[in-house]
C-alpha cells in the first residue's frame, strides 16, 4: 500500500489517538518491511452517530467494522456514508448479526450490548439507502457476516 490516503474515523476520541495511529501502522510497517507513514497520507476524523464528517464523493471504498448495530438511527448515517463514496465506490461492513430464529441477541462486548439484526433486516435497511449486495461471507466461529455492498445511489 502506497501513496494511499487513508481516513481513520470514529465517534471515540480516545480511539483516535495519534499514538494509536503510529502503533498500528509501524506494526503494519513491519509487516510490509515498507514505511507506511512515509509512503502514505493519514488523516483523523471525529464523527457522531449522524454524520461521519468525511469528505463527500472521495472514497473509493469505506470499511465499517462492528458498527452499524450500534447506530440507532442507521438511515441517517448511510445515507451520509453514500455521499462519501464517489459513483462506483464500494462499502464494506463486518458486524455480527442474530440467527433468524433468535428472539433477541445483543453484541457480545460489555461496553456496548446494543442488539444485532438479523442478515435480511439489515439487508432491507441497506437497500432502502440505495445499496445492493454484491458478495457476502459467513464467519462461523464469531458469528459475524462480511459484506461488501455496492452503492447505487446517485451522488449530488
Given amino acids: ?10 465517534i471515540d476520541t480516545a480511539c483516535l489517538k495519534k499514538d494509536n495511529l503510529n502503533k498500528i501502522v509501524e506494526y503494519y510497517s513491519a509487516q510490509s518491511g515498507r514505511d507506511l507513514l512515509i509512503t502514505n497520507r493519514y488523516h483523523l476524523v ?8 468525511l469528505p463527500d464523493n472521495s472514497f473509493d471504498r469505506i470499511y465499517t467494522n462492528a458498527t452499524m448495530h450500534v447506530f440507532q438511527s442507521p438511515d441517517s448515517i448511510l445515507t451520509d456514508i453514500s455521499r462519501k463514496l464517489k459513483p462506483d465506490g464500494m462499502l464494506f461492513i463486518r458486524d455480527g ?21 438479523t442478515v435480511n433486516e439489515f439487508l432491507v435497511i441497506m437497500k432502502r439507502n440505495g445499496f445492493k449486495l454484491v458478495r457476502q461471507s459467513i464467519r462461523s466461529w464469531n458469528l459475524s457476516c462480511i459484506w461488501l455492498l455496492a452503492n447505487e445511489v446517485e451522488v449530488k
Fill in 1 to 10: 500500500m502506497d501513496d494511499v490516503t487513508v481516513y481513520i474515523e470514529d
Fill in 46 to 53: 471525529i464523527g457522531d452517530f449522524f454524520h461521519t464528517n
Fill in 97 to 117: 448479526f442474530k440467527d433468524n430464529k433468535e428472539e433477541k441477541r445483543f453484541c457480545p462486548d460489555p461496553k456496548c450490548g446494543s442488539p444485532l439484526l
